[in-house]
């Protein structure tokens, strides 16, 4: 069973350099689903195209045509269209914000992981990217967070909450979460499998560790215990290097996979 048949939950078979049996009524968001994971896989330079396409996406005509071209670039390039839409990889970048790096709540060590996250994102391997975001309101001094870590960071509307501008977040989604963990990641994906999007792994970068990276990858943990959820270690970085190596040791106990 490959991406095509999940997603319009009927047989569609794609042979040699044919596409046969494509039913158009099969809703407008799993194609585009579908041309998203093609054009991420031929190439950043088309990230501009995938905007383009949603822009018309009222003509199904004009998907099935995109379509076509997207399985020729894809074959030209010398890719196997079955193995791309036969797995899938979500990336959540994790409070990659000023004020964790440079800003109030800085640190050498999440400076240090910038670059790396840097090429993570740009080297376009995965499907698709969540960017996460630590946000506070002006009463943060006022909130159990606050009365325990009395900084003052991430505010909405400051520098400080901005993801810094290092990273190209264009063109996909940025949420913005009252604390550590994002609670509603689980019911955000649960939406994107029903409009057809699968993710074989989920993998989390960022800062830090021991706060909002563990957090994250347990909430996913627990909600999605048959996905692989994996942490790269060398594209987080942690309140302290004790406090990174621990996290790292909790959620290694608990079965997400630590690179
Ligand atoms: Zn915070």
């Known amino acids: 069973?490959?991406?095509?048949?999940?997603?319009?939950?009927?047989?569609?078979?794609?042979?040699?350099?044919?596409?046969?049996?494509?039913?158009?009524?099969?809703?407008?968001?799993?194609?585009?689903?579908?041309?998203?994971?093609?054009?991420?896989?031929?190439?950043?330079?088309?990230?501009?195209?995938?905007?383009?396409?949603?822009?018309?996406?009222?003509?199904?005509?004009?998907?099935?045509?995109?379509?076509?071209?997207?399985?020729?670039?894809?074959?030209?390039?010398?890719?196997c269209l079955e193995s791309i839409l036969s797995t899938r990889k979500l990336l959540i970048v994790v409070d990659m914000q000023e004020d964790f790096v440079r800003g109030a709540l800085g640190s050498p060590a999440a400076e240090k992981i910038v670059p790396k996250v840097k090429d993570k994102i740009d080297e376009c391997s995965m499907d698709d990217i969540i960017f996460l975001r630590d946000t506070h309101g002006e009463d943060y001094l006022e909130t159990q967070e606050g009365k325990l870590l009395p900084v003052m960071h991430c505010i909405k509307g400051t520098a400080?909450?901005?993801?810094?501008?290092?990273?190209?977040?264009?063109?996909?989604?940025?949420?913005?979460?009252?604390?550590?963990?994002?609670?509603?990641?689980?019911?955000?994906?649960?939406?994107?499998?029903?409009?057809?999007?699968?993710?074989?792994?989920?993998?989390?970068?960022?800062?830090c560790t021991d706060i909002c990276i563990v957090s994250n990858a347990l909430i996913l943990k627990a909600a999605f215990p048959e996905t692989t959820i994996t942490v790269d270690a060398s594209c987080c970085a942690g309140t302290s290097e004790e406090r990174h190596k621990a996290a790292l040791l909790t959620m290694k106990s608990c079965q997400v996979n630590i690179m």
């Open 1 to 79: 069973m490959n991406y095509l048949d999940k997603m319009n939950r009927k047989r569609i078979i794609i042979n040699g350099q044919d596409r046969t049996g494509w039913d158009a009524e099969d809703g407008t968001t799993a194609q585009i689903a579908l041309i998203k994971t093609l054009i991420r896989w031929i190439g950043k330079s088309d990230k501009e195209r995938v905007l383009t396409t949603n822009k018309k996406a009222s003509s199904k005509l004009d998907l099935s045509q995109e379509l076509d071209w997207l399985i020729m670039e894809i074959r030209e390039k010398g890719l």
């Open 160 to 207: 400080g909450h901005k993801i810094i501008s290092e990273l190209d977040t264009k063109g996909y989604d940025i949420f913005d979460k009252p604390t550590f963990g994002y609670a509603d990641l689980k019911y955000e994906l649960i939406t994107r499998y029903d409009a057809g999007y699968f993710y074989d792994e989920i993998e989390l970068c960022g800062l």
